[in-house]
Structures are given as structure tokens and as C-alpha cells.
């Protein structure tokens, strides 16, 4: 009697496709964010799939990921479009930011590497040394700054989370102000000497207090309020 052997999927392949796709994901975002595509455009599946050198299939389920998180969404007979800016979406965002990196601000508290906390402080300082900083520049220093904290928390899960909105957070800004670049120097500084030196519980409304400044400005901003 012949047994049957049942083979099982390659876990090496499936790896190499999910990475695949995080990676076309990826470049997805930063389309999203350079300003490429914007809300309202139709994103041609097969002429995405050809500019970036891949199957449709992985660009098929990279697109699947900016759907559920309401970036893009399918229109019947136009494919996928771009959603159109909400700010209703960037402050529900910033809520759940808010609560998240509070926490992750709470647990890092006094337990940042020595040699990570030069080097944000290094880049923070070149920053603003900027006359005219991009906003290329300011995320890239603001999420090393952010994600040294979610990482130093200790929860993988928590982090990976925080990277995730503070992504959609960076698409949306760039849809709401596409030029802003400005940085607060000094309350970012403030900010991550309160998370560097604690105590965890200064640490914690150090940022919750961050994400709400945030949201004021944001909506300032949109209301034609200047201060």
C-alpha cells in the first residue's frame, strides 16, 4: 500500500513572497508620499506592476494592504483609486498614535541605548542647523527619533504598530501640505530628553502631550487659524 505524501508549501518561497511584497508595499508609500500619485488618481494595476519590475501578484496584494487601510480603494470598472484626503482618518490615526506611542514612550523610559541616543541627538541637531530642511528630511529624522522609542519599549508588536500609522500619518500629511517643512527644534528635544531620562510616568505625557500639539496644529492649519 502506497502512502500518499502530502508536500508541504516551501516555507523559504512563502517568506520570499511576503517579503516581496512588503517591499512593493513600501514603494507603494513612498509613491503615496512623494506626491507621484494623488487622491483621485487611478493606479493601473499591469503599469505599476511594469514600473517596478514585478508581478502583478505581489503588487495585486500590496495593494490589497493600502486598501485596508483605507489609502486606496476599488471603484467598479476603474480599478483601484487613491483615496481622497480625509481629516477625519489622519485624526482617528493620531488618537490611536496618540494612546500607542504614550505607552511605548511609558516602557522606554530611561532604557534608550547610549550610542542611539547620540545619534538621534546628532541628527536632530543637523536638522536644525537646516536652512530649508525637505520633508523628506524631517520624517526621516522624526521617525528615528519615534521609532528609537517604540524599539526601546521592548514589545515587537507594539512598535511594528507605531511604524505603521506613523506611515499613514506621513501619506496623509503629504496629501493635507505638501510643502510644509517645518520642525520644532525644541519641543522634539524636549520631547526625547523626557523619554532618555524619565520617569516613565513624565515620559508618557511627554508624548501624549507631542501628539496633541500635533493635532491642534493640524487642525489650526485646516481651519485658517494662525497663531
Given amino acids: 500500500m502506497t502512502t500518499?505524501?502530502?508536500?508541504?508549501?516551501?516555507?523559504?518561497?512563502?517568506?520570499?513572497?511576503a517579503n516581496l511584497?512588503?517591499?512593493?508595499?513600501?514603494?507603494?508609500?513612498?509613491?503615496?508620499?512623494?506626491?507621484?500619485?494623488?487622491?483621485?488618481d487611478v493606479i493601473v494595476e499591469r503599469r505599476l506592476a511594469a514600473r517596478l519590475n514585478a508581478s502583478r501578484t505581489p503588487v495585486r496584494e500590496a495593494l490589497g494592504r493600502l486598501e485596508a487601510e483605507r489609502l486606496v480603494y476599488k471603484q467598479a470598472?476603474?480599478?483601484v483609486t487613491v483615496s481622497p484626503f480625509s481629516t477625519e482618518?489622519?485624526?482617528?490615526?493620531?488618537?490611536?498614535?496618540?494612546?500607542?506611542?504614550?505607552?511605548?514612550?511609558?516602557?522606554?523610559?530611561?532604557?534608550?541605548p547610549k550610542e542611539r541616543v547620540a545619534e538621534v541627538r546628532a541628527e536632530m541637531a543637523a536638522l536644525a542647523e537646516q536652512g530649508e530642511p525637505t520633508l523628506a528630511d524631517i520624517w526621516r529624522v522624526d521617525d528615528l527619533m519615534?521609532?528609537?522609542i517604540a524599539d526601546a519599549a521592548g514589545n515587537e508588536l507594539l512598535a511594528q504598530?507605531?511604524?505603521?500609522?506613523?506611515?499613514?500619518?506621513?501619506?496623509?500629511n503629504a496629501y493635507r501640505s505638501p510643502h510644509d517643512s517645518r520642525f520644532d527644534h525644541k519641543e522634539n528635544s524636549q520631547l526625547f530628553d523626557a523619554v532618555v531620562e524619565g520617569p516613565p510616568e513624565a515620559a508618557q505625557k511627554a508624548m501624549a502631550d507631542h501628539i496633541a500639539t500635533v493635532k491642534i496644529a493640524i487642525i489650526n492649519r485646516l481651519t485658517g487659524v494662525t497663531r
Avoid: C, F, W
Wanted: glycine share 6%.
Fill in 146 to 148: 519615534h521609532g528609537t
Fill in 89 to 112: 482618518a489622519l485624526m482617528e490615526i493620531l488618537n490611536v498614535r496618540q494612546v500607542l506611542e504614550a505607552e511605548a514612550a511609558r516602557l522606554a523610559a530611561g532604557r534608550l
Fill in 4 to 17: 500518499a505524501i502530502t508536500q508541504r508549501p516551501d516555507s523559504e518561497e512563502a517568506e520570499a513572497k
Fill in 21 to 40: 511584497t512588503d517591499q512593493i508595499y513600501d514603494q507603494l508609500v513612498e509613491i503615496l508620499i512623494s506626491g507621484e500619485l494623488r487622491p483621485g
Fill in 77 to 79: 470598472n476603474r480599478g
Fill in 161 to 172: 504598530m507605531i511604524r505603521d500609522l506613523r506611515r499613514r500619518t506621513h501619506v496623509l
